[in-house]
């Protein structure tokens, strides 16, 4: 079927839905292919809206058997998009059985399949892919769900009300939007346990997951129940209904969905197990867990108006899950890899063709707005916020938000208005965060005169499409002082930034400082700070506060990358020093050390490139960075072997932080005697291993040192049984090839039997190594920019949003040389030129393109 032409959508264009929703009642027969749903719809007009004689209700890919309203039989009008139906001047009842195809819904949005079992995906507009109905999120009701089917079980949202063989009720009390609403039947097993909130009330807390996979429940339970505690005891938010359930999915788009009291997990963000996850998999699933449990405040009990506030919900519940993991782990740590994560997706998608504000204007599929930008950029705008009005004003506000918006759709107007009225504050140019796209540069001028130091800043953000001429923002610039001994000479303080160009003066000064600023990356911005290499390097000693000391480590290898890719310097020795001395320094905890050895990314490299104007050689960032990696291999290599056997955990392995922690050191160390050994020490940890983290950074070590053909069998033949851990064995392969043989890698992986590229986790973990390749993925050939476009072309019938996401991997062709440009837009035109592409990616390829 065609998709309806592309129609833009704005925000301005807002308007209340006519009708309000008192009711519905859902009743599923499930089958495979031919799944009746039945609906009974309470409306009642608006009050606060303009009354009509004819409703639309959205429904797409519906077969409708029969509508009635009133009791009396109606024929609508039907298009590709929906229903148009006359109805009476007051409350009415509106009634329709529609029959859908589950079995062949492979885009995995409204009802779909996977490994035989029934599940649910509608945020943001699936639902209308199961019936008729006024799916937006300012359109709440009370849902009554009755599901028959074959299977033993048989969810939905809320409560139990009847339970017979073949045959469930569920009741939710709360209302809440269409995207909430969930449904699973399957064979599958709980993994259960209890909760008690602080007023006393008893959950009980299931984990749903297909049988054989019981042993990986327990770690996500666990994180459950640190959730609820967490919200309880930071934000005064308890749970509202007396089950909780979990279900993980092996074929899902996205990470997790927050439906009320039923939140669906790709099984990739859920189960766990020492054996078959890494360190970083067992924190992501903590995070995702609370995330999704977050979301039951911010999120279903205060929803969006509409998708243009999804920032409301995800940018609040994302810092919400950062806060939960900086308690639950270590606090620098945390900010240090949002920060990383931050600048390599936000920063290039804010710079590129698909840049947009944290809250959109228009939107042709919304499916393409849940980006690093309304996420990670919306948490950051929120951290400011905290920053700026600090710890007890940013509570009571959140206090004064909860109480005067549970039940609303709201908006970031409301949202903006509690921080307005607990502080007084006028937040008229902050908003600017929500409304600008862009990156702000900010410039830092210093003089120090007698015993004042000026601190002169100045602000630009460079215009772009979608904000031609962005207007100054509000920037809450941390800054302590540091004097030459090393001693503090000012404690963390916070500026205001809100002009074009401001300066602030520190008098009373015993000697020079060196400033620390843009402590804890208080603000998204790019900052250039011109101090000289051993006033980085004494900062990256000294510095007091932890992030700014592993950025200073950063800014040097930055600029010692640069000097090597554009005039072939030698890697800087006052860089490699100063590294040196903070890995070894035994009293700074080995999380910290392991990031300090970090190298900026290659695509980072590249960006910083492209915005001092010139062309990035994917091929000589690649060759620097892999001398500098020798470099650190020689400055280490009296120590590694030490710091190696130091942080080699022998404890029954266990989660937390403190052993994940050493493991990230130790297996840094892994990469660099891997450099000078040839892979000795990498097959004995590989033959040593007992959980997953120590095997698979064994592995890659042994792939990087051209040992890995044996163990890349042993370990497929260990593990082909686990889907999870095949996808690990998919990209790793990817990951690891050298950049001439990423794409030919990539493609022989395709033909591999296991490869399906209907399964979301399968598909990425190729393509996604493949994308996230940066020498790889723009190698002078062109061949992984070919591959990737005959595999998007293959995918976008069957699922268009895995598709349009993937997409992205082109936006940054601008950055490259003319031939690559022309290379990667010959593919990106071939994909517009395939025959009934999909909305999604046709408004991804498009935007990308540019006009
Ligand atoms: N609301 C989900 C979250 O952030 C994300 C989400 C949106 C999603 N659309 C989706 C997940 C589609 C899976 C599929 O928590
Ligand atoms: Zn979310």
Same mark, same amino acid.
């Given at each position: 079927m065609r998709d309806a032409a592309p129609k833009t959508i704005y925000l301005a264009d807002y308007t209340p839905y006519p009708w309000t929703v008192e009711s519905v009642d859902l009743h599923f027969t499930l089958a495979p292919n031919a799944t009746r749903v039945r609906s009974v719809i309470r409306f009642a007009p608006n009050p606060n809206a303009s009354a009509e004689d004819a409703m639309f209700l959205h429904g797409e890919k519906l077969k409708l058997i029969s509508a009635a309203i009133d009791g009396a039989p109606v024929t609508p009008d039907l298009s590709d998009e929906g229903l148009q139906v006359a109805v009476p001047s007051g409350a009415f009842t509106f009634e329709a059985e529609v029959e859908i195809d589950p079995a062949n819904n492979t885009a995995l949005e409204g009802l779909y399949m996977s490994n035989g079992m029934y599940c649910t995906q509608c945020e943001a507009e699936g639902f209308r892919k199961i019936t008729f109905y006024p799916d937006r999120p300012d359109v709440m009701s009370v849902f009554t769900v009755t599901v028959e089917g074959p299977h033993p079980v048989l969810l939905s949202n809320g409560n139990p009300v009847l339970t017979q063989n073949h045959l469930?009720?569920? *009741?939710?009390?709360?209302?809440?939007?269409?995207?909430?609403?969930?449904? @699973?039947?399957? +064979?599958?097993?709980?993994?259960?346990?209890?909760?008690?909130?602080?007023?006393?009330?008893? @959950?009980?807390?299931? %984990?749903?997951?297909?049988?054989?996979?019981?042993?990986?429940?327990?770690f996500g339970m666990q994180a459950l129940k640190a959730s609820m505690k967490w919200d309880e005891e930071v934000y005064g938010r308890e749970y509202d209904l007396d089950l909780f359930n979990i279900v993980a999915v092996d074929d899902f788009n996205m990470g997790a969905m927050e439906n009320k009291g039923l939140n669906i997990f790709n099984s990739s963000a859920v189960l766990a197990s020492p054996e078959t996850s890494t360190d970083m998999n067992f924190e992501r699933i903590e995070a995702i867990i609370a995330h999704e449990y977050f979301h039951n405040w911010t999120g279903n009990r205060i929803t969006c108006r509409d998708w243009f506030q999804l920032c409301l919900k995800e940018g609040l519940t994302v810092y919400r899950d950062s806060q939960f993991t900086s308690d639950m782990r270590s606090a620098p740590v945390k900010r240090i890899s949002d920060v990383i994560d931050l600048r390599g997706r936000q920063f290039a998608e804010d710079q590129g063709p698909l840049a947009h504000p944290v809250r959109p204007e228009s939107f042709q599929?919304?499916?393409?707005?849940?980006?690093? =930008?309304? /996420? !990670?950029?919306?948490?950051?705008?929120?951290?400011?916020?905290?920053?700026? &009005?600090?710890?007890?004003?940013? /509570?009571?506000?959140?206090?004064? /938000?909860? !109480?005067?918006?549970?039940? +609303?759709?709201?908006?970031?107007?409301?949202? %903006?208005?509690?921080?307005?009225?607990? =502080?007084?504050?006028?937040?008229?140019?902050?908003?600017?965060? /929500?409304?600008?796209?862009?990156?702000?540069? @900010?410039?830092?001028?210093?003089?120090?005169e007698l015993d004042t130091l000026t601190l002169t800043f100045t602000q630009h953000t460079p215009p772009s499409a979608a904000t031609p001429d962005p207007q100054p923002q509000v920037i809450p610039i941390a800054v302590g002082l540091i004097y030459p001994d090393g001693t503090e000479a000012l404690e963390t303080r916070v500026l205001e930034m809100t002009k074009a160009e401001q300066s602030f003066r520190f008098t009373g000064l015993e000697d020079e400082p060196v400033a620390s600023v843009l402590r804890g990356f208080s603000a998204p911005v790019v900052l250039t700070q011109n101090l000289s290499d051993t006033d980085r390097a004494h900062l990256l000693a000294n510095d007091t506060d932890t992030f700014n000391r592993w950025e200073q480590g950063r800014t040097l290898a930055r600029g010692s990358l640069l000097s090597m890719i554009r005039t072939g310097a030698a890697p800087?020795?006052?860089?490699?020093?100063?590294? *040196?001395? @903070? &890995?070894t320094d035994t009293s700074l905890d080995p999380a910290t050390r392991a990031l300090m050895l970090g190298l900026p990314s290659q695509s980072d490299l590249a960006t910083t490139l492209h915005d001092a104007g010139e062309t990035p050689d994917p091929a000589a960032i690649y060759a620097a960075s892999e001398t500098m990696r020798e470099a650190l291999a020689d400055t280490f290599s009296s120590d590694a072997a030490g710091l190696y056997a130091a942080n080699t955990v022998t404890a029954p392995y266990d989660p937390g932080a403190e052993q994940a922690g050493k493991r990230s050191l130790s297996n840094a160390m892994l990469s660099l005697i891997t450099r000078r050994d040839g892979g000795a020490a990498a097959q004995a940890q590989y033959d040593a291993a007992d959980n997953m983290t120590q095997q698979l950074s064994a592995l890659a070590n042994?792939?990087?040192?051209?040992?890995?053909?044996?163990?890349?069998?042993?370990?497929?033949?260990?593990?082909?049984?686990?889907?999870l851990v095949m996808d690990k064995w998919f990209g790793l392969q990817v990951m690891e090839a050298a950049p001439e043989d990423a794409a030919a890698t990539a493609e022989a992986l395709t033909r591999h039997p296991d490869f399906n590229h209907k399964n979301p986790n399968r598909f990425r973990a190729v393509f996604g190594a493949l994308v996230m390749h940066h020498a790889g993925f723009h190698h002078a050939s062109g061949a992984a920019y070919t591959l990737l476009a005959d595999w998007l072309i293959t995918l976008d019938p069957l699922n268009p949003q895995t598709t349009a996401r993937m997409c992205s991997a082109f936006q940054t062709w601008k950055r490259y040389d003319a031939h690559r440009q022309r290379m990667i837009l010959a593919q990106v035109d071939r994909i517009l030129a395939t025959p009934n592409l999909s909305r999604d990616t046709t408004e991804m390829l498009t935007r990308i393109r540019g006009a």
């Open positions: 469930a009720k569920w *009741h939710d009390p709360w209302p809440k939007p269409a995207y909430l609403f969930a449904l @699973v039947a399957g +064979d599958l097993v709980a993994h259960s346990d209890t909760f008690t909130t602080m007023s006393g009330r008893h @959950v009980d807390l299931n %984990l749903y997951v297909r049988p054989g996979d019981e042993g990986k429940c327990a599929e919304i499916n393409n707005f849940y980006t690093a =930008t309304v /996420y !990670e950029k919306g948490a950051e705008v929120i951290g400011m916020l905290k920053t700026l &009005v600090g710890d007890e004003a940013y /509570y009571q506000a959140l206090d004064l /938000y909860f !109480e005067r918006h549970d039940g +609303d759709a709201a908006t970031i107007e409301d949202w %903006l208005k509690v921080f307005e009225d607990t =502080t007084g504050r006028n937040l008229t140019q902050f908003k600017r965060w /929500y409304a600008q796209a862009g990156t702000p540069r @900010v410039t830092l001028e210093e003089n120090f800087d020795a006052k860089y490699l020093a100063g590294i *040196h001395a @903070v &890995v042994l792939i990087r040192a051209g040992k890995g053909t044996a163990s890349l069998t042993a370990f497929y033949d260990q593990w082909k049984d686990d889907r």
